[in-house]
């Protein structure tokens, strides 16, 4: 038998480790002197012990390890799994570095904010509440209920303007101590108001359909890239939101806009007061 320090000697555990995977046990000693507690350790419970020390040196967590032992055959199998979830979140790691570096740089860099006047604008759309950290298949399927909402605007003879708009606030459904729900709103303006048998049409397609007219206002707005968008990875603000707020105040509300031209779609950040 072994005392719990030379057992440690051999293992390359430390005597707090071996204390520590008793109580959890994953490696129990072979006996515990009743009277004094020490532990004692069998020479054939080297193997085991060795095996954990180098699981752990690898950095695998106290359950996997024990999976691990429970499956003494795919010894190889598991490593191959821990590593491949160690590169996932290390890719991640990488883009978050990088997005990171290019958000802080974002917020030193001078963005220009420009301003333009409006004419009021009827609109229709459509309400859903997203989580901030919501699956890109979720948001992919909002995205194509929009196309869809947009082909039934043509189809109805109410033809809508080349460019729409997102409008973000707190959803509803959102409770006091969980507040990671946003209600977003479709907004594609129109030549006139919607009429209400297209309403009607639209409710009986499942939309929470929403309309009503921007005022004729001034508008205060900074261009971005299409794809500037933050990843799910960061819930700072973009930068391009910073620059808008430093200039018109963080109590404005501010749409997402996009126009269609020749060349894509162009992305704005717009904030409108009263003109």
Aim: proline share 5%; glycine share 6%.
């Amino acid at each position: 038998m072994l005392t719990i320090g030379a057992f440690a000697q051999l293992t390359g555990l430390t005597v707090k480790a071996l204390r520590h995977y008793d109580e959890l046990g994953v490696l129990k000693p072979a006996e515990v002197d009743i009277h004094s507690g020490y532990r004692y350790y069998r020479p054939e419970q080297l193997r085991t012990a060795a095996t954990i020390s180098v699981l752990r040196g690898i950095g695998l967590s106290i359950p996997e390890i024990v999976i691990t032992l429970d499956q003494p055959g795919k010894f190889a199998e598991r490593i191959d799994e821990f590593n491949a979830a160690r590169e996932e979140r290390r890719a991640r790691e990488d883009r978050m570095l990088a997005e990171g570096r290019s958000i802080l740089d974002g917020y030193q860099r001078s963005t220009t904010v420009e301003r333009r006047e409006a004419p009021a604008q009827p609109w229709v759309g459509f309400h859903a509440d997203l989580s901030f950290d919501s699956e890109e298949s979720e948001v992919q399927a909002e995205n194509g209920r929009f196309d869809a909402f947009y082909g039934a605007l043509h189809a109805s003879g109410c033809t809508p303007e080349p460019w729409w708009w997102l409008e973000f606030r707190a959803s509803a459904a959102s409770t006091r101590d969980s507040t990671d729900l946003v209600a977003v709103t479709w907004c594609i303006p129109i030549a006139e108001p919607a009429p209400e048998e297209l309403r009607r049409a639209l409710v009986e397609h499942d939309y929470k359909v929403a309309y009503g007219e921007l005022p004729a206002r001034t508008e205060s707005f900074v261009r971005l890239e299409p794809d500037a968008g933050l990843s799910n990875d960061f819930t700072a603000p973009h930068p391009g939101v910073v620059a808008l707020m430093d200039a018109v105040g963080a109590e404005q509300e501010i749409r997402q806009v996009y126009r269609m031209t020749a060349d894509g779609v162009d992305l704005e950040l717009v904030a409108s007061s009263a003109s």
